[in-house]
């Protein structure tokens, strides 16, 4: 899943694919990016197909803050 379609608001587990360089969640971050991560994960890049795996230190903890508006509301 892109970063583009994240819900907003809320938090994800995010990697930047070793290969090809693109930023993508791995998992919703139950505990709002306060949990210390002590485990690994291997994921295959939704991009490149690269398969790889990632260390806590190599993981980040990111909230989506933009919200998409939708076209045809406002004043």
Do not use: F
């Not at 990016?33 to 991009?47: D, E, F, N």
């Not at 398969?51 to 993981?59: R, W």
């Amino acid at each position: 899943m892109p970063l583009s379609i994240c819900e907003p608001y809320v938090w994800y587990l995010v990697v930047t694919c070793k290969n090809c360089g693109l930023r993508q969640p791995i998992h919703r971050d139950k505990s709002e990016g306060k949990a210390t991560l002590l485990r690994r994960y291997t994921w295959r890049c939704i991009q490149c197909h690269h398969n790889t795996t990632y260390e806590p230190n190599e993981i980040e903890r990111y909230q989506h803050l933009s919200a998409q508006r939708k076209s045809g509301t406002g004043s």
